[in-house]
């Protein structure tokens, strides 16, 4: 079975500053790995994500996440933070099933916290 | 792309009521959609995927009974609440299928009174 690991509940970061949020994660082979941030009682955004080819992924908002199969690892990170970016990231994880859409494993979440 | 919406965004229900929440996917056909459950402060809790023109697969724990999921066109889905109960209020958020990944809605907010 596979399992999301995000080790930070909550991380506090000054405004500008870089931000890098873990995610470790437990899978036979190499999985569909995505980022999701989710404002207050809002619904989860996409990120990024990775299937396959460059390790280094570019998502929205400035953000990117790089997967490193030696460590089961798909760390996100931002070169500058912005007040607009304190919210909960979660991480997830999807099996590779040809023909059928595979379902996500969450990590816990990482609240953000930014401080101005 | 990949928009979905989710109606009502809040409800409020006498306990005993049943209440219907839509799921629909706006500039996407969606053949596969997901209902998920989440407590405050915590992750998703998956409930059941729903197929277009198939049953619905139920996880673990989920009543089926209690928690109808219907699919009927390849934009909506739709999760009603059978006589809800105070310990069913929670958030409630749907995902809809495109090219392996899963775009989400903005959630539902229900409080079962």
């Known amino acids: 079975a596979q399992s999301v690991t995000q080790p930070d509940i909550h991380i506090t970061v000054s405004e500008g500053a870089s931000l890098e949020l873990r995610c470790n994660y437990s899978?036979?082979?190499?999985?569909?790995l995505f980022w999701y941030v989710q404002s207050p009682g809002q619904g989860l955004q996409l990120l990024l994500k990775y299937f396959s080819g460059d390790t280094l992924v570019q998502g929205i908002k400035g953000f990117e996440a790089e997967f490193k199969r030696s460590q089961s690892s798909f760390n996100l990170r931002k070169p500058s933070v912005h007040w607009s970016d304190a919210a909960e990231y979660f991480c997830?994880?999807?099996?590779?099933?040809?023909?059928?859409?595979?379902?996500?494993?969450f990590g816990t979440g990482t609240r953000l916290q930014v401080t101005l | 792309g990949a928009v979905v919406s989710q109606h009502p965004s809040r409800v409020i229900c006498k306990s005993g009521t049943s209440v219907k929440i839509e799921c629909r996917s706006l500039?996407?056909?969606?053949?596969?959609m997901f209902w998920y459950r989440q407590f405050p402060k915590q992750s998703l809790m998956l409930m059941a995927t729903?197929?277009?023109?198939?049953?619905?697969?139920?996880e673990q724990g989920v009543e089926k009974d209690k928690f109808l999921i219907n699919h009927a066109s390849l934009t909506l889905s739709t999760l009603t609440v059978t006589s809800a109960h105070p310990e069913d209020s929670s958030f409630y958020i749907c995902?809809?299928?495109?090219?392996?990944?899963?775009?989400f809605g903005p959630g539902t907010r229900l409080l079962v009174l």
């Open positions: 997830a994880v999807g099996a590779r099933l040809a023909g059928t859409a595979s379902k996500l494993t």
């Open positions: 899978y036979g082979a190499t999985p569909y």
């Open positions: 729903s197929n277009e023109g198939s049953k619905a697969t139920y």
């Open positions: 500039d996407f056909q969606a053949t596969t």
């Open positions: 995902s809809a299928v495109l090219l392996e990944t899963q775009y």
